[in-house]
């Protein structure tokens, strides 16, 4: 019977599994209430580069963590969200506080098992305010599953996928 490969034994049990973050990033200050050891592993993932477009800039998710949590400090009652004024400029799109909380949700699936669960903690409560605070939009576009690739309304993105809930709320403007 052949053995397993190293390599094939390490990406079955996953890519930071059984491995603790380094000495510099337990030194570095906890990422928006979370634990040193879940904000040692974020340090650690930020320092990696891993994600597409999720951690590849050292403290983007406590950046990401504060403007959420600036957007849900807002006085006032209700909120309604604020298009960001170009879509086409990364940084500029994350005038747009559901763009924040997609980045948010891109970093969540690149982080390693405690971190995740810490971050999920801290995403429980701030949604819950999120959909507490924001007005669900009443009337969305009746055909937003665009299963034909000719047309494709802004509730979902390329191929019919629909977009997530944060990002069917109301608008300024609307």
Avoid: Q
Avoid at 93 to 99: R, S, T, Y
């Amino acid at each position: 019977m052949p053995r397993n490969r190293p390599g094939a034994l390490r990406a079955a049990r996953g890519r930071f599994e059984g491995r603790r973050p380094p000495a510099w990033a337990r030194k570095l200050p906890p990422v928006d209430r979370m634990s040193a050891a879940a904000s040692a592993e974020v340090h650690w993932v930020e320092h990696l580069g891993v994600g597409h477009h999720g951690l590849e800039h050292e403290g983007r998710l406590a950046g990401l963590l504060r403007s959420y949590r600036a957007f849900l400090a807002r006085p006032g009652g209700r909120l309604r969200l604020t298009p960001s004024s170009c879509l086409s400029c990364p940084s500029c799109a994350l005038d747009d506080v559901a763009e924040v909380r997609d980045a948010i949700a891109e970093s969540y699936r690149t982080l390693p098992p405690l971190a995740r669960s810490a971050l999920g903690r801290l995403l429980r409560d701030l949604d819950a305010e999120f959909r507490r605070r924001t007005f669900p939009d009443p009337d969305p576009p009746a055909a937003h599953w665009a299963y034909w690739f000719e047309y494709v309304d802004d509730w979902a993105e390329w191929g019919g996928v629909p977009l997530a809930w944060w990002h069917r709320r109301l608008y300024e403007g609307m």
